[in-house]
């Protein structure tokens, strides 16, 4: 069956880096688009940024525009979040998240969710 696995998460200091990880197995992942979203305690489910089925489109939410870049490795299938100049605003469970149809922000249009990694910025 489809599965996600997202790793990488911690602990980190303001300005810091991080990058995270998202194993995927069980359908194509060379011919599905993907994505990176967050959520921090009481907030509803943030978009990072989305990502191509060939990596060659990557687009990205206001909030960390210049800062995370996402990329993929379709031989590995496996999903980065390469995150860096960290704020505790930052602070939430990251997902990565699967679709067949298209490049979208829009968490409904996607079908496959990870179970999440923790990122805890500190000031």
């Known amino acids: 069956q489809v599965r996600l696995v997202e790793s990488g998460g911690g602990s980190v200091q303001a300005g810091g880096s991080l990058r995270l990880s998202c194993a995927a197995s069980?359908?194509?992942?060379?011919?599905?688009?993907m994505a990176w979203f967050r959520q921090a305690p009481g907030k509803e489910r943030e978009w990072v940024g989305s990502i191509s089925f060939n990596g060659k489109e990557t687009f990205y939410g206001d909030s960390v525009k210049d800062r995370f870049t996402i990329s993929r490795d379709n031989d590995k299938r496996t999903l980065y979040l390469q995150m860096t100049s960290l704020k505790p605003e930052d602070t939430a469970m990251y997902f990565c998240?699967?679709?067949?149809?298209?490049?979208?922000?829009?968490?409904?249009?996607?079908?496959?969710w990870g179970q999440g990694t923790q990122v805890t910025v500190s000031s």
């Open positions: 998240a699967a679709n067949s149809d298209g490049l979208y922000s829009n968490s409904r249009r996607f079908p496959y």
């Open positions: 069980g359908f194509m992942f060379q011919f599905y688009y």
